[in-house]
């Protein structure tokens, strides 16, 4: 097998995936939303983006995981807006009111490319659950072009089974957000329907297609799942559910738990929201996590 993935595929595999992507824009059913819309003709829906991605920005990130940044940084791509609506969003400018400029395929492959240039270990997709059908013509561009990147799909986990099966043999690395194991307060807080079983199912499929998390000899990942979980105040993050979850999919999952809460953008309107964490509920969070493969950043 070649690596990156996506080096196996054919000319005929390329096209008819991307063919299939592309028609799930005509009524969208590219997320778990299924606004319906035609985003081909412009309509918007949930994720408030029509044909073409929008993206806010693009540089080698240094402050993801060891595995993920290296010491030469991860090819990171922005996309705006997002198919969920966190309240205490950090990055809410770009998620939420959707900083940033549309590009076509033929733009975003450029994009690609040069942080290929800037010596990136890894093109690292941010927020992409709702722009799929765009990466796979944009990446099926650049491929052309000479890029051999491999793929970091970093997502919310709020996608549906149909565009990761549409990713399969071509992302190598999910970098996955398992954020709430309780959907009502998934609900109240990020106004998406059934997070825990959309983004359990989710999880379940990327296992499926990459297994484990592999490291290379200088410890970057070369293939795999890392989870991350952002704990929040009072435990409404349901640590303890996630662990039970995680531990049900591998005992040898890899798992950030991230103690980088604060409350931002809307957080204030919620009086269990409005704090930072306390040590002893990170370290609770930690507890029960234990025996997996912790990777703190």
């Not at 044909?51 to 595995?67: C, L, M, Q, T, W």
């Not at 484990?212 to 000899?217: F, G, M, N, P, V």
Request: hydrophobic content about 35%; overall charge positive; glycine content about 6%.
């Amino acid at each position: 097998m070649v690596y990156p993935s996506y080096l196996n595929l054919t000319e005929s595999q390329w096209k008819e995936r991307i063919e299939r992507a592309l028609s799930l824009l005509e009524s969208c059913e590219v997320c778990p939303h299924r606004c319906g819309v035609n985003r081909l003709k412009g309509e918007l829906g949930f994720c408030k983006t029509g044909k073409n991605a929008i993206v806010d920005s693009y540089f080698p990130h240094r402050g993801e995981e060891k595995p993920i940044r290296g010491y030469r940084g991860s090819g990171t791509v922005f996309f705006s807006y997002c198919n969920m609506r966190c309240v205490y969003c950090q990055n809410y400018q770009i998620s939420q009111l959707g900083e940033g400029r549309e590009v076509s395929p033929e733009e975003l492959a450029e994009i690609f490319l040069k942080l290929q240039a800037m010596g990136c270990y890894n093109l690292n997709l941010v927020t992409p659950s709702h722009v799929v059908p765009q990466i796979l013509s944009a990446l099926y561009i650049a491929v052309k072009k000479g890029f051999r990147l491999p793929i970091v799909y970093n997502t919310s986990s709020f996608d549906s089974l149909e565009s990761l099966r549409l990713l399969e043999g071509i992302v190598d690395i999910y970098l996955a957000d398992l954020k709430y194991a309780d959907r009502e307060i998934a609900r109240r807080y990020s106004k998406v329907k059934n997070y825990p079983e959309v983004a359990m199912a989710a999880i379940r499929e990327m296992h499926r297609q990459v297994g484990d998390l592999i490291l290379d000899e200088r410890g970057i990942a070369v293939r795999g799942l890392l989870v991350r979980h952002l704990v929040l105040p009072n435990g409404l993050a349901g640590t303890e559910k996630v662990a039970e979850f995680l531990g049900s999919l591998s005992k040898n999952t890899a798992v950030n738990v991230m103690d980088q809460y604060y409350p931002s953008y809307m957080a204030w309107k919620y009086p269990e929201l409005s704090r930072r964490i306390t040590q002893r509920e990170y370290h609770q969070a930690l507890s029960f996590m234990e025996g997996f493969r912790l990777f703190l950043d």
